[in-house]
């Protein structure tokens, strides 16, 4: 596939009609496989604007996206993203957090609107509103890499962004000026991560308004070479700004790693192992990735450097289980690594390290030790609970599963000739202390995304003490 040829913009603030005239012409000539607009597509209250481009009286050229800039976006194009229609042809929305890979095979993510620091936790609901939430930035961390990393607010000016450009090492980051001017800034290399010698190298540009009165660049072109190696560096670059800043890592102990087991997906395997094995599915498939753009999102509850809280789907204790406890949710809480890994201690994925294994566990132990301190407060010591996970060379994506309840701890035969273990005992153990027999699989207690939006915010409130990823409280 040859490299895909990209065109830039900076804010149009509505001038759609000069921008993608001139994109019209520069696309007959060059050939651009799509272009990205960063900032505000529309101007505030541009309703002018969004009205002829949906009657069609303005054309774009060629593939375009775009995401939120520092205005709301038009009542009208607002209704057209929520029922899912298209905008009009080659205009494509990213959303305000996402990721996505163009036909091209280009990753952009894609995190736009200002920080709003007066949200603490969870995900901004609206994906048309020109604001994010530091939940969104860290949400996107889980996206591992990225080709064209888009934001709305600069590196200097907010450190989420900062630290989600550290976390990509995009090969370019583009935002958009606040003011009338273009700066692009000497490529810098990122630090190779154990294992290569790979130092990936970011190309950071703001880009000025399209239309300027200071006729700052607003329009950059360029070539994206996807199968290059960044081993070779281009003149000029300079150290990552963000080396120094990059906090020291423990080395990896020799104490072993606890486990219990179960599974995400409640199937079971029949006949001899090994046979008719197909592949586990990449981050962008796994039910545990933050990169899966099908990902249940807004059951994200909290998360870390390393790891994240979420709600369980199909959760087996329901909302008024423990309410005499004053826990008014079901407490089914999945502890899941930002790695895709098979078990915590697994070095063989790309990119992770043994020392990034045990600040994993380091991280979600203290996940663990949070959430059972939160359940013995609120229950009045009443409550303890359980916590299982599964730890297998074949599994998808590690994970721990929390639930409030009484305590087991059962040694299980190792080996290759020790016998096929049930990876649905330890929920079906406590279904029964519970009593709830009836709740064994989880595809028969499915809930609507209403009532897990509402279990996750129940969650988030309770666990607010103890969550340590928050900022600390003012007075």
């Not at 038009?74 to 996402?98: D, M, Q, T, Y």
């Not at 027999?437 to 209403?450: L, M, N, P």
Request: glycine share 6%; charged share 20%; hydrophobic share 40%.
């Amino acid at each position: 596939m040859a490299a895909p040829k990209v065109l830039v913009f900076g804010a149009l603030n509505g001038a759609l009609k000069p921008a993608f005239n001139k994109a019209a012409t520069l696309h007959s000539k060059n050939k651009f496989d799509f272009a990205i607009i960063s900032g505000n597509l529309f101007a505030e209250s541009d309703d002018e604007a969004a009205a002829s481009l949906l009657n069609g009286e303005i054309a774009v050229p060629l593939p375009t996206y775009f995401t939120v800039g520092t205005s709301a976006l038009p009542a009208a194009i607002v209704a057209k993203i929520e029922a899912n229609e298209e905008i009009c042809e080659n205009l494509h929305f990213l959303g305000k957090r996402s990721v996505t890979k163009t036909t091209d095979g280009v990753r952009i993510v894609a995190l736009g609107g200002n920080l709003d620091p007066e949200i603490l936790g969870g995900t901004s609901k609206e994906q048309h509103l020109p604001f994010h939430t530091r939940h969104d930035a860290k949400t996107l961390k889980g996206a591992g890499q990225a080709d064209i990393l888009l934001t709305t607010a600069l590196i200097a000016g907010t450190q989420e962004v900062a630290d989600l450009c550290d976390a990509l090492r995009p090969r370019y980051h583009f935002t958009a000026s606040p003011a009338e001017f273009f700066y692009e800034r000497e490529p810098f290399f990122h630090m190779p991560k154990e294992g290569s010698e790979e130092r990936p190298v970011t190309r950071f540009i703001s880009m000025a308004p399209y239309g300027n009165a200071a006729k700052a660049k607003a329009m950059y072109a360029f070539t994206l070479s996807l199968g290059s190696t960044s081993l070779d560096q281009p003149a000029g670059t300079t150290a990552s700004p963000f080396a120094a800043r990059a906090p020291k890592r423990k080395p990896l102990d020799d104490a072993p790693y606890s486990r219990f087991a179960d599974s995400h997906d409640g199937k079971r395997h029949r006949g001899k192992r090994g046979r008719n094995r197909s592949p586990p599915p990449g981050p962008e498939r796994c039910f545990f990735c933050l990169s899966n753009p099908n990902l249940s999102l807004h059951m994200v509850a909290t998360i870390g450097e390393d790891s994240y809280l979420a709600t369980a789907k199909g959760p087996l204790a329901e909302p008024t289980t423990f309410t005499e406890h004053g826990i008014n949710f079901p407490g089914h809480i999945i502890i899941t690594p930002m790695a895709h890994t098979p078990t915590i201690a697994s070095t063989t994925a790309e990119s992770y390290s043994a020392a990034d294994a045990q600040r994993t566990l380091d991280e979600m132990t203290r996940f663990r030790e949070s959430l059972q301190a939160m359940v013995a407060a609120k229950s009045g010591h009443k409550l303890g609970a359980i916590t299982w996970e599964i730890s297998r060379g074949r599994n998808i994506h590690s994970h721990w599963q929390f639930h409030p309840g009484t305590c087991l701890v059962m040694p299980l035969p190792d080996g290759p000739d020790a016998p096929r273990f049930d990876l649905q005992y330890p929920r079906r153990v406590v279904a029964k202390l519970l009593g709830l027999e009836d709740r064994f699989v989880w595809q028969d207690c499915a809930q609507t995304e209403d009532e897990e939006m509402a279990d996750v915010d129940a969650f988030r409130e309770a666990f607010r003490e103890w969550d340590f990823t928050l900022p600390p409280a003012t007075a």
